[in-house]
């Protein structure tokens, strides 16, 4: 069960934990680490399992009154400003909401692996169908095609675009393969 689809980078406990405390408070952090049977202290060079971030999660879930995938889409929008600090050099500057996304594979995911070979970020193969639309499939064993929906929301935010982007995964949003719409009103 040591296999890599079953962990998940330090990091990513790191900016839960930042979430967290950030839209609760640091309490509410040690509550759900502490349900979550975690000690909620993660190295960012580390590697844990997936069932630790899903457990606490699941706990926030059970307090907020929010679904899991409503709980992973807020996260994802939470991440954006970070990930972007962390990674925003690899972008364009002339790039908004639907160039990101159309690069995200080979720029920023291709980012991600060469500079942490411990990080295994999903697949996500972005179809450009026209000048309005996006079909992004999302392949991860990890089954967190929630948070690539709030990252793809946080982007919009991002870059003031939220208003004018509807998006939607068009299948099972906690499946490994999942397929996503984002369509942009003109």
């Known amino acids: 069960m040591n296999e890599v689809h079953h962990e998940l980078h330090g ?9 967290v405390t950030h839209t609760y408070s640091e309490d509410m952090w040690h509550q759900l680490t502490n349900e979550a049977h975690t000690t909620g202290n993660f ?3 580390k590697s844990y399992p997936m069932s630790d971030i899903l457990a606490i999660i699941k706990s926030a879930s059970h307090h907020t009154g929010l679904s899991v995938i409503e709980i992973e889409e807020k996260f994802g929008e939470y991440l954006v400003p970070d ?3 962390m990674y925003g050099s690899y972008l364009n500057p002339s790039w908004k909401t ?3 996304l ?3 594979e080979r720029v920023m995911h291709g980012a ?4 942490n070979s411990a990080a295994h970020p999903p ?13 992004i499939d999302y392949y991860s064993k990890r089954k967190l095609a929630s948070l690539a ?6 982007i919009a935010d991002y870059y003031k675009e939220k208003e004018s982007i509807a998006v939607k995964p068009t299948t099972e949003p906690d499946a490994e393969r999942v397929q996503i719409r984002v369509e942009f009103k003109s």
């Open 98 to 100: 639907f160039d990101v």
């Open 83 to 85: 990930l972007f600090k």
């Open 123 to 135: 697949i996500l193969n972005v179809s450009q169908v026209n000048e309005h639309l996006l079909i």
């Open 149 to 154: 929906v709030g990252i793809i929301k946080g």
């Open 11 to 19: 990091s990513m406990f790191s900016l839960l934990k930042k979430f």
């Open 43 to 45: 190295e960012t060079t």
């Open 102 to 104: 159309l690069n995200t």
């Open 112 to 115: 991600v692996r060469h500079l």
